[in-house]
């Protein structure tokens, strides 16, 4: 596991954390326990309507998209991308993430 960050898409205050480099276990710290559960929360009870989680796994990006449920005030995974990054919503938008270079 590498450097990660939590994002509400095209929300403006972006943040970067860099994590240790995990073993064959997954370690989790309190930066990405508030990636995966305190932000989510946060930015859907807020209204912002989709939420992306971009990891590394091998050095390359895995992108997490959610999307908001309005009525239930939380998210649902809309798709994992690994090799490229291809949405319409929240606008179009086509990354090859394979040439994204490698930590």
């Known amino acids: 596991m590498g450097g990660r960050f939590g994002v509400p898409a095209g929300y ?3 943040t970067r954390q860099g994590l240790p480099h ?3 276990h997954e370690r989790r710290t309190r930066a990405e326990d508030r990636d995966r559960e ?3 929360r946060k930015y859907a009870e807020a209204g912002i309507p ?3 989680l971009v990891e590394q796994n091998r050095g390359l990006p ?3 998209v959610y999307e908001l449920d309005p009525l239930a005030h ?3 995974l809309a798709g994992i991308f690994h090799d490229r990054l291809k949405l319409t919503a929240p606008f179009p938008l086509d990354v090859d993430l394979t040439a994204v270079r490698r930590r």
Request: avoid cysteine.
């Open 12 to 14: 403006a205050g972006r």
């Open 62 to 64: 895995v992108v997490y």
């Open 22 to 24: 995990g073993s064959t």
């Open 38 to 40: 305190v932000k989510p």
């Open 74 to 76: 939380s998210y649902s």
């Open 50 to 52: 989709h939420y992306w």
